[in-house]
């Protein structure tokens, strides 16, 4: 099927395709792939387990909403649309962090993170792109193995798509795994500045192994904002002051905090991290021991996955995580180069707790969140 750039015969509005789309993985408990820790407890069939293979468990990106399209006979059909925001970062001027600081941004969908995708593997994508940006841009789906019509690469596999314009990307899919989409027109601006998103392919026939009964994924950046500035420094490789999960930044501003994760004790947990800014984040986990199950290929044999509790996470890579919550508490998940948990070397504080008393007290801003067991 050849796609022309600028085809009129699909309309869309962001309003209604999230009234329509907008699905979010909160009381979902289908099943879908875990490959199992194994523990020093006598086995248990768990949550994920006693479920049936014809479903998957829909992921969720704190504070980043997740959509399944419309699925017509083998068609996955979904709308896309590349657009400017304006997102809350917190305001570290005065001395707290709980004033907001309005940054002028891009992304998708009313998203920054863009939103997540989900199809299955076996299945043909349809994305219908509109570009409402001052300029060109294009969409790359990285790691996706596609016709080169559909690389989304301005110059070799397509022409950008001008502001106003629409662009349709088809493909089937092949594979399964974590995988994400990017801007691939002028990418140093337009990714810096937010142009990102997950794409995951589920597994077509998942093995009873491979269930989980929760599925979260985060997408690190890095951003350089100037005193005085709403528009992020793209032009800067090493020297950033702020660090999101999700396009959020720590615990943040009231209305723009990165809700927590949440599980039961015994239950298996996934956590997909990618990383589409300039440095490396080693990426920890406390009071647990997690396999990781996908290095951005696909699922791994259980034979050649590895045991770890930290692990970094270079650019353009992925890593998924893989545990059973095993204690109650509110176990942190962050990056441990300590400064990519501050935002402007400091940080709001955690809900109920004190204010903060010195440098000791910088834990809980920039690249930090945690899993809330019970």
Request: hydrophobic residues 35%; glycine residues 10%; contains cysteine.
């Amino acid at each position: 099927m050849k796609h022309e750039q600028g085809r009129r015969n699909f309309l869309w509005t962001l309003g209604s395709a999230a009234t329509a789309s907008l699905l979010w993985a909160k009381d979902s408990r289908a099943a879908f792939p875990f490959l199992g820790l194994g523990s020093a407890q006598p086995a248990k069939l768990t949550n994920a387990e006693s479920r049936s293979g014809a479903n998957f468990v829909s992921v969720q990106a704190p504070g980043v909403p997740t959509i399944q399209g419309t699925l017509n006979g083998n068609v996955r059909e979904f709308q896309l649309t590349a657009q400017q925001l304006t997102v809350q970062f917190p305001d570290m001027s005065d001395g707290m962090g709980m004033r907001g600081r309005s940054i002028n941004v891009w992304g998708y969908n009313g998203s920054m993170i863009g939103p997540t995708l989900e199809a299955v593997e076996g299945e043909t994508v349809r994305v219908l792109f509109t570009n409402n940006l001052p300029e060109p841009t294009t969409v790359h789906f990285h790691g996706i193995e596609l016709p080169i019509e559909m690389d989304g690469v301005p110059g070799f596999s397509q022409e950008a798509v001008p502001p106003g314009g629409s662009f349709v990307y088809e493909f089937p899919l092949n594979q399964s795994g974590t995988y994400f989409y990017h801007s691939h027109y002028m990418p140093a601006k337009q990714v810096g500045l937010g142009m990102m998103g997950f794409f995951v392919i589920h597994p077509k026939n998942p093995a009873p192994s491979q269930l989980v009964d929760h599925d979260y994924a985060y997408f690190l950046h890095t951003w350089k904002i100037n005193p005085g500035s709403s528009i992020p420094n793209t032009l800067e490789m090493s020297d950033f002051n702020y660090f999101t999960m999700n396009g959020r930044v720590g615990n943040g501003v009231k209305g723009w905090q990165l809700p927590p994760m949440k599980a039961r004790v015994g239950e298996r947990v996934r956590i997909r991290v990618t990383n589409l800014s300039m440095l490396t984040h080693p990426v920890h986990l406390h009071g647990h021991t997690f396999r990781i199950t996908d290095w951005g290929g696909g699922f791994l044999p259980e034979s050649q996955q590895i045991k770890a509790n930290t692990i970094n996470v270079s650019s353009a890579e992925v890593r998924v995580l893989e545990f059973i919550a095993r204690a109650p508490g509110k176990w942190m998940f962050h990056c441990h180069f300590t400064h990519h948990t501050m935002n402007d070397m400091d940080r709001p504080p955690l809900p109920g707790t004190p204010p903060m008393e010195g440098m000791h007290d910088m834990d809980m801003g920039g690249m930090s969140t945690w899993i809330e067991i019970t």
